[in-house]
């Protein structure tokens, strides 16, 4: 199956540092890949969509200076959280859609907790 | 304006009985409807989906979820809980024409031995 390689699953920062957050579409082609962010007991909230070769969109009320987003090859994506605060700590989940078609599922990465001390 | 609803954050079902985590949906276009199970600290992994056809669909795990569309509801559903599927369950509804997938808030199932 499709397999998302999210790196790291935990980094741990001091506030003002930044931190870069990979996802890897391992066996397969992503042209689109989203990046969602998840408080505790909250849904997933959409913060970009990621698209090779073109800059992200960048959902409503998320700051696209703050949340670097970078999508190079049809493989990789990064995000970039820049000059992180304590209010950044939360969970980050990268996924990629496995077809070229708006049906087809999501595959997600394991996510990445963010801690900002 | 797409939006999913999850009316119970929280579902305790004993092993071997069935469970049903409720999901309903709100779209201006046709629905396609997803479930993903989130396991503790890890990414969501795909169950099942709707886009079109036999209203009754099968995934992973024994999961299945029937659409409702006169109710607006996408429940999933399993006919014997298992330990192993403690868990949470998002629904997720992307309309038609559009290419953002919204989520409900999940429920958090809880499989008693």
């Known amino acids: 199956g499709a397999v998302v390689s999210q790196h790291p699953s935990r980094v741990i920062c001091k506030s003002g540092t930044s931190v870069k957050i990979e996802c890897r579409s391992l066996d397969f082609q992503a042209t689109t890949m989203f990046w969602y962010r998840q408080f505790p007991k909250q849904s997933l909230m959409l913060m970009a969509t990621?698209?090779?070769?073109?800059?992200?969109?960048?959902e409503q009320g998320v700051e696209k200076d703050k949340f670097l987003i970078n999508h190079a090859s049809l493989t990789l994506s990064t995000l970039t959280v820049t000059s992180a605060h304590p209010e950044d700590s939360s969970f980050y989940i990268c996924s990629a859609r496995t077809g070229r078609f708006s049906n087809s599922p999501l595959h997600f990465g394991n996510g990445t907790r963010l801690t900002v001390t | 304006a797409q939006s999913v609803a999850q009316p119970e954050d929280q579902v305790n079902v004993a092993e071997g009985n069935p469970l049903t985590v409720k999901c309903t949906y709100s779209v201006s276009g046709n629905p396609y409807l997803f479930w993903y199970v989130q396991y503790p600290n890890r990414g969501l992994q795909f169950l099942l989906k709707y886009i079109t056809g036999d209203n009754l669909v099968k995934g992973s795990y024994g999961f299945e979820a029937e659409f409702n569309k006169s109710q607006t509801s996408f429940h999933l559903k399993k006919p014997s809980a298992l330990v192993s599927d403690s868990a949470l369950y998002f629904c997720a509804v992307r309309d038609s024409g559009a290419n953002n997938l919204f989520f409900g808030t999940g429920t958090r199932l809880t499989v008693i031995p």
């Open positions: 990621s698209n090779e070769g073109s800059k992200a969109t960048y």
